[in-house]
């Protein structure tokens, strides 16, 4: 009882050291806090449509002219101006609905493709349940199977669990190839949502 009584101060700092740490490494609230995220789609390709207008600029070489020798006689030609080529509109490839798994889920995921690129995005309508430490995986399957994935692109922690949002995927990403997207919540180690995607 003396002891309690002496050290009372000094426990109860450590109670509440440990009871911070435990809050900052489970993040409970991240369950009843939604991280919206308002990204449009042409903002995931903006990157490709000024690489291709730069390269467009890039490979037009100048023509060198010689100066004659004796003046000659010239009409000038009004200037024409060249327009840079218009990059194709991106199209969907495969298309899917979230679903939960022991957490509520809804949206939709899509894979668009322009000019080589592909981008997985979560549409406005997403709205996936939050936690901790959230991660994209594209599964090389048609639909997520249970436990942990041992093959999968890592397309990093997921930008928010509310409302549209781009992920680009590698330049070796196959569209026609089975596909899943899987949201894992790599701190305790369990899936939050999955969407097959289809063609």
Known sequence: ?????????????????????????????????DDVVDEDLASAFATSVSDAVASEVATTTPTTLSLPSAPVTTTTAPPTTTEPPVPSEPVVVKTGAFFGIDHAAEGTAAVYEQDGKHVLRFEDDTDIQNGPDLYVWVLPSAEYEGGTPTEYIDLGKIKGNVGGQNYELPDDFDAKAEHSVLIWCLRFNVPFAAAPLAS
């Open 1 to 33: 009882m003396e002891f309690l009584k002496r050290y009372r101060w000094p426990l109860v700092g450590v109670g509440l050291a440990i009871l911070v740490v435990a809050f900052l490494a489970f993040r409970p609230d991240k369950l009843f806090v």
